[in-house]
């Protein structure tokens, strides 16, 4: 009898496990990709479009000591044939990119269970499938568990005004031209403040005091000269003290002619002079104008994402602008970050992350999905006060791909100029995180494509230390021995502090007002 019910109840618990995941395609014509959503606990990737699931397959996620984080991500660069410069070069085919530290989605081996240094492995041939159908800024989720976007509907979702969406790419265009004209316009203003700066400089002040003293000079010469003539004794003492006379007289009369005439022409030189450098400043601030709503215009044009973060209390905005970065990737616009209002800011929230699959009706389709239990979906964008000018400047032209974010979580130390939004989730192991180098902070050096007058905001990052267990003085991942970082939740701000005890990595932003 134990014997059979040992034998029973084993073949009850393999009943219970649930089926390994096989590599499916949905049935029917397969639209771009919006999301993937990478289940740690199935060990399985999704990949959907606007109409639902496209592509599923099984997958190999970090082991334990070196997990994938699961968080909220999205591509930021692609490499057909990659090979690590962590892991002895080895062979990454159709690498996808979601942080600048090393976590990607690649083709590799699949053992059936977690077995990577913390990336995302899919199957060879089913990461080659998908690598040339997504694209960068595409977003990628990776949940504890195993959710699946559900149909949402909220009055705090975006909706977009038609007349806008539609008048949204002739005004980008029309302010484009309007930008070029400017900056033509200031680079001639420039030239011409240069010129009359230079022709005014021979009248400064400075100039004529120089010229004044070459007078007083020569002055003093002449007298010198009749002196040395009222006392010549020799008629050639006399000849030579003559010559010298009509020389000094000569070089005065020259010099009170130069002086007398730099007075008369000062003022008027130096007046252009500061009318041209007012013009060019003139110039130059219309064409930053322009420039910023050209750009402002274009981005229009793009998916926009939110993140409202219940840790920081600020809400934060990113759009693609599509620009390349030499050392690769795309660089992301982030000139929109404001306190945001929160209800019960003390209370979880949970991560709930809602996307605007495709056009309907009535203005976007959205769905959602949570990857972290905190309060529901609804009473979430509930508890959000989104500030109505920011409302005003991305809502009308939203477009299908946008998405809001809601989390307990900070953005990642990995969120910067060339990525979307990172957050991870703090109560979930990070070890395939947090055992790679963080990215390298931007120096001054890269602000110089936020100086060029396109109206980009850049963020940058505050490296954290990989070899510690803990931030912000609560030790992550039950170990209490782990060091402690930056000593008090949030950098001091106590009325950001997490009751959760979440930790997330925290970001720091260089980034111009908007």
């Known amino acids: 009898m134990v014997t059979l019910a040992s034998l029973t109840g084993g073949a009850a618990a393999k009943q219970q496990r649930p089926a390994a995941t096989v590599e499916a395609t949905a049935p029917r014509a397969a639209g771009e990709p919006i999301m993937a959503i990478v289940s740690i606990k199935a060990q399985k990737v999704t990949f959907y479009d606007a109409d639902g699931w496209i592509y599923r397959a099984p997958v190999s996620s970090g082991v334990k000591g070196r997990e994938t984080p699961a968080g909220v991500f999205a591509l930021i660069e692609k490499d057909k044939d990659h090979h690590s410069t962590l892991y002895d070069d080895a062979w990454m085919p159709n690498m996808q990119r979601i942080t600048w ?147 000094a007289a000569a070089k005065a009369a020259e010099a009170t002619s130069q002086f007398e005439a730099a007075q008369g022409d000062a003022k008027p030189k130096l007046d252009a002079a500061a009318a041209a450098k007012d013009a060019a400043k003139a110039a130059e601030t219309k064409k930053v104008d322009t420039q910023k709503a050209a750009t402002e215009a274009k981005l229009a044009l793009e998916p926009v994402s939110v993140y409202i973060s219940r840790a920081t209390q600020k809400l934060y905005v990113r759009r693609n602008t599509h620009k390349p970065w030499a050392d690769g990737g795309e660089v992301f616009d982030s ?127 505050r490296s954290w230390n990989p070899q510690s267990g803990t931030q912000y003085g609560y030790p992550q991942y039950g170990n209490p021995q782990a060091p402690t970082q930056y000593g008090s939740p949030y950098y001091g701000n106590p009325q950001s502090a997490n009751p959760r005890r979440r930790g997330g990595q925290y970001y720091w932003q260089s980034q111009q007002d908007w």
């Open 335 to 461: 000139s929109i970050e404001v306190p945001v209002t929160i209800r019960d800011p003390d209370q979880p929230i949970g991560t709930h992350i809602f996307t605007a699959m495709a056009r309907n009706d009535t203005g976007l389709r959205w769905t959602e999905v949570t990857i972290d239990d905190g309060d529901n979906a609804k009473n979430a964008l509930d508890r959000v006060t989104i500030p109505q000018d920011v409302l005003d400047r991305i809502a009308p032209t939203a477009v299908p791909r946008s998405s809001i974010i809601i989390s307990d979580e900070p953005l990642s130390a990995e969120t910067n100029y060339r990525t979307e939004f990172v957050a991870v989730l703090s109560n979930q192991p990070q070890g395939g995180f947090i055992t790679r180098k963080p990215t390298r902070p931007m120096e001054t050096d890269d602000m110089v494509a936020s100086g060029d007058g396109d109206g980009f905001g850049f963020f940058s990052q």
């Open 101 to 247: 530290n090393g976590i990607a989605l690649h083709g590799g081996p699949l053992p059936g269970y977690a077995a990577s240094h913390g990336c995302v492995r899919m199957p060879y041939d089913f990461a080659e499938k998908l690598f040339d159908r997504t694209r960068i800024g595409m977003r990628v989720i990776i949940a504890p568990n195993d959710p699946a976007p559900e149909d949402f509907t909220h009055p705090a979702l975006f909706v977009p005004n038609a007349q806008a969406i539609a008048a949204a790419p002739a005004r980008a265009e029309k302010l484009a031209r309007e930008a070029a004209d400017a900056a033509k316009l200031a680079d001639e203003a420039k030239k011409a403040s240069v010129a009359a700066t230079k022709e005014a400089a021979l009248f400064t002040p400075a100039s004529l005091r120089k010229l004044e003293r070459a007078k007083t000079r020569t002055d003093a010469e002449l007298a010198f000269a009749d002196k040395t003539l009222a006392n010549a004794k020799t008629d050639q003492a006399k000849a030579r003290a003559e010559d010298l006379k009509q020389k």
